[in-house]
């Protein structure tokens, strides 16, 4: 069985149609073509883009002259209501001076150091769970967020704040395409932007109780209270170059990027493994017989490789972020064009991991292909689910292993079908036009300390 992907719209079409299109799914309004090509200009009345599929060319962007290749603003134009200038559409020193806080956070140990509240979130995620039909983006979404805020600020989902973030989310996320019509206008920067107003009263809420979690966690820093974890980390780490802290404004902007980039695109990530596996019965098998000794150590994790290799899978064919943009800052030779100064670059995972010319069965689903030399060979050129350089996501370890966590956490106890089909379609990340529905059915066999219930079918779940 062959992975979903959208069909093409395909033809020609007004430029203001397109754009219509590619709005309101920027996967499907995709020529096929892309899947085979190296390079792909577009051209529009305010500025020209190039799809770049070329391994080298990716490589000249990300990781040679990535300062020559900024964050384009026309991303930031659709999220700056949420993000203001968090580290994730930030350029230059103040990037600079974000990751130079931020990575320390991240980096070795860290990892160990936040597993057990991974752990928690798990547990609780296999509690909540009940047999019959189920939408598991919602399940998937939950347990994410979940992590989020144990690890990040020691407290459960149920907690007031958290709570309040996850549920004006939910009701942002929706609302909120890649692109808003800002990004295909040249408007002038004194002019205010266009925003649905249920967006803009979605992004005010969750920064509203974002700033709450601070002014709480500061209070406990003060006190001398404050738990170990993320948030702590990152509010009193100096900048080793100028000495600053963040601020608190500052730190609302970065945690909610770490909201957005670290529960949305996980749950993206596990609903779609979910389907995969639900869809694939044999490798549902055996990531079910890898949960079955799984104690909840760290060092587990290295027992898990065939799910690991799984959630890989799962990465390359429905990478969360589907398209990265970065602007020429001067005009750039690309094969045989010049891209003016300006133009728009875009990078695209979604095409990239399916092309033709790089990857064996492109649409098909097969976590074994990393134990070959040949996926090894396309990874290095044509994989970035994470971004790469020095702009690669500094979560990806955390990323990977709360997938794997989760992941084996619910096969381990549980059996996935499919009820039917989804199709993939481009919000803040890539989910389910309709979502994806799944029936649940106790595993026989489950391990102890697998927790499960006996709620009834239409017991709702909270």
């Not at 096969?411 to 379609?425: D, F, N, Q």
């Not at 919000?427 to 489950?446: F, N, W, Y």
Request: charged share 25%; aromatic share 8%; hydrophobic share 45%.
């Amino acid at each position: 069985m062959r992975a979903p992907k959208p069909a093409s719209r395909e033809g020609r079409r007004g430029w203001l149609r397109y754009a219509r299109l590619f709005r309101q799914d920027i996967l499907s309004a995709q020529p096929v073509r892309l899947y085979r090509a190296w390079m792909a200009e577009f051209r529009t009345p305010f500025f020209r883009s190039y799809l770049c599929n070329d391994p080298a060319l990716i490589e000249l962007i990300l990781k040679e002259r990535p300062d020559d290749f900024p964050k384009s603003d026309r991303i930031r134009e659709g999220l700056a209501p949420l993000l203001g200038e968090s580290v994730f559409v930030t350029n230059g020193e103040t990037w600079k001076r974000q990751r130079r806080i931020i990575d320390p956070a991240f980096g070795r140990g860290r990892l160990r150091e936040a597993f057990p509240a991974m752990v928690e979130a798990a547990d609780a995620l296999a509690d909540r769970l009940r047999a019959g039909p189920q939408e598991v983006e919602e399940i998937a979404s939950r347990a994410a967020a979940d992590v989020i805020f144990r690890t990040l600020f020691s407290v459960p989902i149920e907690d007031a704040l958290a709570a309040a973030v996850f549920r004006e989310f939910r009701a942002y996320q929706r609302t909120q395409p890649l692109l808003n019509v800002a990004a295909l206008l040249p408007l002038p920067a004194w002019l205010p932007r266009p925003h649905a107003r249920a967006t803009l009263r979605a992004a005010a809420a969750i920064r509203t109780a974002i700033a709450a979690l601070v002014e709480r966690r500061a209070a406990e820093i003060a006190a001398g209270t404050a738990s170990d974890d993320l948030a702590t980390k990152i509010m009193t780490f100096p900048d080793p170059v100028t000495g600053a802290r963040f601020t608190p404004a500052e730190m609302v902007d970065q945690v909610a990027i770490f909201f957005l980039a670290g529960h949305e695109t996980s749950a993206s990530t596990l609903a779609w493994s979910l389907y995969l596996l639900a869809a694939h019965p044999e490798a549902q098998a055996r990531v079910a017989a890898e949960a079955r000794p799984f104690t909840g150590a760290f060092s587990d994790l290295s027992k898990l490789p065939f799910t690991r290799d799984v959630v890989r899978e799962t990465l390359r064919l429905y990478p969360p972020v589907p398209m990265m943009v970065r602007e020429a800052t001067r005009d750039e030779p690309v094969r045989d064009r010049v891209a003016r100064r300006g133009a728009q670059m875009v990078l695209s995972p979604w095409h990239l991991h399916r092309h033709e010319r790089l990857w064996d069965d492109p649409d098909g689903f097969d976590p074994d292909r990393w134990s070959t030399e040949a996926a090894k060979e396309s990874a290095r050129r044509a994989y970035m689910p994470f971004s790469a350089g020095p702009r690669v996501c500094p979560g990806a370890g955390f990323a990977m292993a709360e997938g794997v966590l989760l992941l084996s956490r619910i096969v381990a106890g549980w059996r996935l079908e499919p009820i039917a089909t989804p199709v993939p379609v481009a919000h803040l990340t890539v989910r389910a036009k309709d979502g994806i529905h799944l029936t649940l059915s106790e595993r026989e066999g489950a391990p102890e300390g697998v927790p499960r219930t006996t709620r009834d079918a239409d017991q709702p779940l909270v």
